[in-house]
């Protein structure tokens, strides 16, 4: 994110901030309208998962042309809907990474053009700090913080010592949760994306296959999958060359078991060793029964304060990225006119400025 400050975009006390925010880094195209980073005003999603479902994944020139497509729609069918006037919007907010480049480039450039015309602050937004300030919109975030972010792109615990600042602990070193859940899906005959197929089939199973539970070196917060993915590959293989029926539902639980023990297991620990007050679920797994409700049982259990946003935020959307943007507006750090697409965007570096606080 290339920072200035923009005395713009200093906080007017007791003003209602009204913040555009853009999502397109990957398959869906997204505008939404936030009030004060937490109320939203307006929403609005158009999928792609029709178009890539024939290719089995997603094809990143099709996602980039399909959002040339929506997106001008989108944009002023958000601010009518909003019921503001143009002018009366404080900021505007863009996903600048991580993501497909082609697909993050389209909502920069609309982005940026609606700011130039305007006239207002722009603000570079990580995709990963939407998914976890998605929880800001459902509930006031408690310093500090855990996150476990499970995405279709991401599998990560993040540390938040205070507001806007991110360390990632550990995340996975080869295919992540939503990645492994698809790929699994695929090898089961579940048409794209596969996730919550695999979900429903664990959830209705009473067979359960054992697979093994990848923990890594004692005390590591990193993940694998890619083992526990080929573990299923290859019971799908030996049963379909020895022309058995493949059982799809014990295959869906034994994975779903093993990724979900693991994924709680860590969670947990973190928010122990670094005595969060809240621990968040975010990214589209956070969708996942199994999930959420392993998750709530143990931390009911133990004590421990949960927010998991509502599916419509899980999902990729721009209303989580009008939350996290608004974390940066407060503080006067927005973007200038030259940021470009970052397919491999750090979350650290997007912290806020240590040494900035509240005006
Ligand atoms: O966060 P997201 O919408 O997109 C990325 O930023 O990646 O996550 C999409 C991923 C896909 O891999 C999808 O299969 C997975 O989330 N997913 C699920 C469930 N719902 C969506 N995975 C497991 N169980 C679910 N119920
Ligand atoms: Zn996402």
Not at 248 to 275: D, P, T
């Amino acid at each position: 994110m290339n920072k200035v400050s923009n005395e713009k975009a200093r906080p007017v006390q007791d003003k209602d901030v009204y913040m555009l925010a853009v999502e397109t880094s990957c398959d869906e195209t997204s505008v939404a309208v936030v009030k004060n980073g937490r109320e939203v005003l307006v929403n609005l999603v158009a999928s792609q998962i029709e178009t890539h479902k024939a290719f089995g994944g997603v094809v990143p020139e099709v996602a980039s042309r399909q959002h040339v497509e929506c997106i001008t729609l989108l944009l002023e069918q958000a601010i009518a809907e909003s019921g503001l006037q143009p002018d009366e919007l404080d900021a505007i907010a863009v996903t600048e990474g991580p993501g497909l480049v082609g697909a993050l480039l389209v909502g920069i450039m609309a982005a940026k053009a609606l700011a130039f015309a305007l006239d207002k602050p722009l603000i570079g937004t990580h995709h990963i700090a939407g998914h976890i300030y998605a929880n800001q919109l459902i509930a006031d975030v408690q310093y500090p913080a855990i996150a476990l972010v499970v995405s279709g792109g991401h599998t990560e615990i993040v540390r938040m010592e205070s507001e806007g600042r991110f360390e990632v602990m550990g995340q996975t070193r080869d295919d992540a949760v939503g990645e492994a859940y698809d790929k699994v899906a695929r090898a089961l005959g579940f048409p794209y994306p596969g996730g919550p197929h695999v979900d429903k089939a664990a959830q209705a199973s009473e067979s359960t296959v054992t697979l093994p539970r990848v923990w890594l070196e004692e005390g590591s917060y990193d993940f694998s999958l890619s083992g526990l993915k080929s573990a299923v590959l290859n019971l799908v293989n030996q049963s379909r060359m020895k022309g058995e029926e493949v059982d799809k539902g014990g295959i869906a639980r034994g994975f779903q078991e093993s990724v979900v023990e693991v994924l709680v297991a860590k969670a947990i620990r973190a928010v122990h060793e670094f005595g969060a007050k809240q621990l968040l679920l975010c990214g589209g797994v956070a969708a996942n029964g199994g999930l959420r409700s392993a998750l709530t049982a143990r931390c009911e259990a133990e004590s421990i304060p949960l927010l998991i946003p509502p599916m419509k935020y899980c999902t990729d959307n721009a209303a989580m990225i009008g939350a996290a943007a608004y974390v940066k507006w407060t503080r006067g750090e927005v973007s200038d006119l030259y940021i470009k697409g970052e397919p491999g965007m750090s979350l650290e570096d997007w912290s806020v400025e240590a040494t900035a606080s509240r005006s």
